[in-house]
């Protein structure tokens, strides 16, 4: 596709069900971010894939919290248990490298969660 | 920690008037910076960016401004119009593969 896409928009779930999140970078796009915004607030890294390298997790709030990513294509992030404080958008974004050379973040239109 | 802070959360301007959008970073070590337009509803969407070697760098109606000796960075646009209505975000990166966002302002623009 022509920019990142992410599925689906908007997801309302119970608390302590289980949510899949998925994201569709850039094609040749090597270096994927997750990141979460909560209402009025700015975005919070989660989660970062490069390659085929290990990805840094660093972001992650909690091991509720987990991502994959197949080869340099799809992601998906997974919130095990879901709790109220989980709402938020969770904005997927790729680039084609890294942000060691300066290079820009393409960001999809995220997937509002709600949970109930 | 290391953050990276907005002086005003909202900012409402006439259409036509320049619009000033503030960003304070604490990073000293950061040496990359970003501004992304939010609109509704849709991801962040890159503006302008600049390097730590400059202090100014324009773009088509916008115009970045780094003081790093006070950490501080901003955004400005020409002649605002109403579709410059949107959430404001600068970003930091200190050479690692992370962005630290602001909280981000919000401007408005009135016709």
């Known amino acids: 596709g022509a920019g990142v896409s992410q599925s689906p928009s908007n997801k309302v779930t119970e608390k302590g069900k289980d949510v899949e999140l998925r994201c569709d970078p850039i094609s040749g796009h090597t270096a994927l971010y997750w990141y979460r915004q909560r209402l009025g607030q700015g975005l919070e890294f989660l989660i970062y894939?490069?390659?085929?390298?290990?990805?840094?997790k660093s972001g992650l709030p909690s091991d509720r919290f987990s991502a994959e990513r197949t080869g340099e294509s799809v992601s998906t992030l997974t919130i095990q248990r879901t709790q109220q404080e989980d709402s938020a958008v969770y904005l997927c974004a790729s680039s084609p490298g890294t942000l060691l050379f300066n290079e820009k973040l393409f960001f999809g239109s995220g997937t509002q969660l709600s949970v109930l | 920690g290391e953050s990276v802070g907005l002086h005003l959360p909202t900012l409402s301007v006439q259409e036509g008037d320049n619009s000033i959008i503030n960003c304070a970073y604490s990073n000293s070590a950061s040496d990359y910076f970003i501004w992304y337009k939010q609109e509704s509803g849709k991801g962040p969407q890159f503006i302008i960016d600049?390097?730590?070697?400059?202090d100014k760098r324009q773009g088509q109606r916008v115009t970045v401004l780094l003081n790093k000796t006070v950490k501080h960075l901003s955004l400005q646009i020409a002649a605002t119009q109403p579709g410059d209505s949107a959430v404001y975000f600068c970003?930091?990166?200190?050479?690692?593969?992370?962005?630290?966002f602001g909280g981000g302002t919000r401007l408005m623009v009135k016709p």
């Open positions: 894939f490069q390659g085929n390298s290990a990805p840094d």
């Open positions: 970003a930091e990166n200190n050479a690692g593969n992370m962005l630290t």
């Open positions: 600049i390097r730590s070697n400059m």
